[in-house]
Antibody, heavy 117, light 108 residues
Framework: QVHLQESGPGLVKPSETLSLNCIVS?????????WGWIRQPPGKGLEWIGS???????YYKSSLESRVTISLDTPKNQFSLKLTSVTAADTAVYYCARIPSGGPDYWGQGTLVTVSS | DIQMTQSPSSLSASVGDRVTITCRASQSISTYLNWYQQKPGKAPKLLIYGASSLQSGVPARFSGSGSGTDFTLTINSLQPEDFATYYCLQSFSSPPITFGQGTRLDIK
C-alpha cells in the first residue's frame, strides 16, 4: 500500500519561504509516476500546485511558477515543495500526492500551513 | 488551461435519494475525468477514474458517465456517509491537472 506523509512548519511569516517534505512508503518514487502538491485554502476548493516526474522533470501551475520549486530526494524516497515570498493567500492545507497519468490516486493526510506574522 | 465547471455548487438530499452532479470541461478531455469525495478534515478520496471506472472498494451505488466535455456522477440510494463534498478533476492535459470547484452535498 502506498503511503504519503507531509511534514514541515505549520506557521510561516509573510515574505518568507514555505518548505514542506513528503515521505513516501510502499513505493519507490524512482520507479515511475509523477509526484505532486495540491493545496486547499480554508473553506475553498482544491488547487494543483505542481508535479515532478520520477526523472526530475518539473511542471508548475503558471500563476505560481515564479515562486515554486519541487524536487526529489530519491535516496530518502521523498520529495519537497518550496514556495517563496508567501502571503496570507498561501494559507492552506497542503497535500502531497502520487499523480499518475489518470490523476491523483494516493494522497497524504494534508498539513495546514498558516502565513502570519 | 482547461477549465472545469461543476454544478450545482451545493445541493440538499435525503437518505435514499438519487443525486446527480455534473461537470463540464472547457474543451474535450475524452474520458480523462476523475471524481473525488472529500469529508471535513480529510484528504480527497478517489471514487471514479476514467469517467466511469469504479475505484476498488468504492460502493456500487456510485457511478460515472460521460465523455468529451460533459460528465456526470450519480449516487443511487444515498447513505448517511455519502454527505460530503465532491470534486471532478481532468487529467487530459496532465500536467497540469485541474479540479472543478466542488459540490457540497448536505442532508435535507
Amino acid at each position: 500500500q502506498v503511503h504519503l506523509q507531509e511534514s514541515g512548519p505549520g506557521l510561516v511569516k509573510p515574505s518568507e519561504t514555505l518548505s514542506l517534505n513528503c515521505i513516501v512508503s510502499g513505493y519507490s518514487i524512482s520507479s515511475g509516476n509523477f509526484w505532486g502538491w495540491i493545496r486547499q485554502p480554508p473553506g475553498k476548493g482544491l488547487e494543483w500546485i505542481g508535479s515532478i516526474y520520477h526523472s526530475g522533470s518539473t511542471y508548475y501551475k503558471s500563476s505560481l511558477e515564479s515562486r515554486v520549486t519541487i524536487s526529489l530526494d530519491t535516496p530518502k524516497n521523498q520529495f519537497s515543495l518550496k514556495l517563496t515570498s508567501v502571503t496570507a493567500a498561501d494559507t492552506a492545507v497542503y497535500y502531497c500526492a502520487r499523480i499518475p497519468s489518470g490523476g491523483p490516486d494516493y494522497w497524504g493526510q494534508g498539513t495546514l500551513v498558516t502565513v502570519s506574522s | 488551461d482547461i477549465q472545469m465547471t461543476q454544478s450545482p455548487s451545493s445541493l440538499s438530499a435525503s437518505v435514499g435519494d438519487r443525486v446527480t452532479i455534473t461537470c463540464r470541461a472547457s474543451q474535450s478531455i475524452s474520458t480523462y475525468l476523475n471524481w473525488y469525495q472529500q469529508k471535513p478534515g480529510k484528504a480527497p478520496k478517489l471514487l471514479i477514474y476514467g469517467a466511469s471506472s469504479l475505484q476498488s472498494g468504492v460502493p456500487a451505488r456510485f457511478s460515472g458517465s460521460g465523455s468529451g466535455t460533459d460528465f456526470t456522477l450519480t449516487i443511487n440510494s444515498l447513505q448517511p456517509e455519502d454527505f460530503a463534498t465532491y470534486y471532478c478533476l481532468q487529467s487530459f492535459s496532465s500536467p497540469p491537472i485541474t479540479f472543478g470547484q466542488g459540490t457540497r452535498l448536505d442532508i435535507k
